[in-house]
């Protein structure tokens, strides 16, 4: 079964501070990778999608993708407190496919 | 540009009533479309997906069921609520090759 792991959190960081959210996936063969932003009550929102080794920047996301460790992460640099949200991570297992295997959710909290 | 319109955006329903919620997709063609279900504090549960009109893929066989009538236009349905059933329902669309997803704004249901 094709599982996809986050910490639940909450990550708490300073307002300011450089944000690190991890995600890690068991198929090796996956292909494509997102992170959406759910706030508390709202429906998620996509901010990054990456598809290949290294790393996507994005204003102040930046994805970061290591397909042989099987792992993709998400920072915010100058976290503000209006970045507090659930981070949910999506891995597609295979080129053309549609259906992805969504994380649970990190939540992160940014204090002033 | 594409939007996806998704309502009611609540909804209070007794036991044993019927359910409809609708979605519809402007701006794109074909597309890709799907519900979600969030119970509180969990994560994203896959109910139904659609590739086309008429096409619809069951991912939890329950008492809710999917139609596609139109191109861009995705119900889901029951003919009789269970408690079990309360929960946050999302619609999302994504372009026919896969690709990050647009979720709709969500219908937070309470069955009562």
């Known amino acids: 079964q094709k599982e996809v792991e986050q910490n639940s959190g909450p990550l708490s960081v300073p307002e300011g501070a450089i944000a690190s959210l991890n995600c890690t996936y068991s198929?090796?063969?996956?292909?494509?990778f997102f992170w959406y932003r759910q706030y508390s009550g709202k429906s998620p929102e996509l901010i990054m999608s990456i598809y290949s080794n290294g790393d996507k920047e994005d204003g102040r996301f930046t994805a970061q993708l290591n397909k042989a460790s099987q792992y993709v992460s998400l920072l915010i640099r100058d976290s503000q407190p209006s970045d507090s949200a659930t981070y949910l991570c999506a891995v597609n297992p295979r080129w053309g496919s549609y259906i992805p295997t969504f994380g649970r959710g990190t939540s992160l909290i940014v204090h002033p | 540009s594409q939007t996806i319109h998704q309502w009611p955006a609540t909804l209070v329903q007794p036991v044993g009533s019927p359910l409809s919620l609708e979605c519809t997709v402007e701006g794109t063609s074909n597309p890709n479309l799907y519900w979600y279900r969030q119970a509180a504090g969990r994560g994203l549960q896959l109910l139904f997906y659609s590739v086309g009109i008429g096409q619809i893929s069951s991912e939890v066989p329950q008492n809710l069921s999917a139609s596609r009538p139109q191109d861009r236009q995705f119900i889901l349905s029951s003919k009789k609520l269970l408690l079990s059933d309360s929960g946050f329902y999302l619609c999302a669309w994504s372009v026919q090759q896969g690709g990050g997803y647009t979720f709709g704004s969500g219908t937070r249901l309470t069955v009562v």
């Open positions: 198929d090796r063969g996956s292909q494509s």
